[in-house]
């Protein structure tokens, strides 16, 4: 089974430009979670979708972060403007069901540097 | 508010029994869970604990005291491989939410 997919897997810009981060995540899972994790924290929440509709975004900076998830399976992350402090690894996670307990198997990331 | 403790670094030599411990505080707690993460790599999940005790699972083992906030892993038999950065999470009631700790990085030497 393949896992959660992200490209880019690095990414450098300087601020106050845009990014976009894609995910693709293990097929048939409805859940998919936005995170992110800046270095020596641990991944914090930043939207969780159910199929195409919105669970959580709570944590999201709406003034410059946006996602979508338009089809129920893809996910796109975007930053606009990005600043300095958005330097972070940004991790896609899915799991199958939105149910309590259920296991959410993350990517492998997209490191973002903002200069 | 919601927290999480737990240490930022422990070391072991293999072969040896390790133990990161992880307090909470938070509302609408669920349960705890445990993840793994390599350097450069994804957080893996290794181990959740819903109800008090012990859950085992090979050489891992997570504990869980709901009445003190408390929680536990328990690596055994340490490989080098085990050199890792380890999560507590606590999973909140309602959307499968998780909050994660800072991490405890773990070295493992010869």
């Known amino acids: 089974e393949a896992g959660v997919a992200q490209s880019p897997r690095y990414k450098i810009i300087e601020k106050r430009q845009s990014v976009a981060f894609w995910c693709n995540p293990i097929?048939?899972?409805?859940?998919l979670y936005w995170y992110q994790q800046i270095l020596g924290q641990g991944p914090k929440l930043l939207i969780q979708f159910q199929n195409n509709g919105v669970v959580d975004d709570s944590q999201l900076p709406k003034d410059r972060f946006s996602a979508e998830r338009l089809k129920g399976v893809d996910s796109t992350l975007k930053i606009q403007p990005a600043k300095l402090e958005d330097s972070a690894v940004y991790l896609c996670?899915?799991?199958?069901?939105?149910?309590?307990?259920?296991?959410?198997?993350f990517g492998p990331g997209t490191r973002l540097l903002v200069l | 508010g919601q927290s999480l403790e737990q240490p930022s670094e422990v070391t072991a030599v293999e072969g040896a029994i390790v133990q990161i411990n992880c307090t909470y505080q938070?509302?609408?707690?669920?349960?705890l869970s445990w993840y793994q993460q390599h350097d450069g790599g994804a957080p893996t999940f290794l181990s959740y604990n819903g109800l008090d005790g012990l859950e085992e699972t090979g050489r891992f083992s997570s504990f869980l005291s709901r009445s003190d906030s408390y929680g536990y892993l328990l690596l055994q038999e340490l490989q080098m491989k085990d050199s890792a950065s380890y999560f507590c999470?606590?999973?909140?009631?309602?959307?499968?939410?998780?909050?994660f700790g800072a991490g405890t990085r773990l070295a493992v030497h010869p």
């Open positions: 938070t509302s609408g707690f669920y349960g």
């Open positions: 999470a606590v999973l909140r009631g309602g959307y499968n939410k998780l909050i």
């Open positions: 097929s048939g899972h409805a859940t």
């Open positions: 996670a899915s799991s199958l069901l939105l149910r309590q307990q259920e296991t959410q198997y």
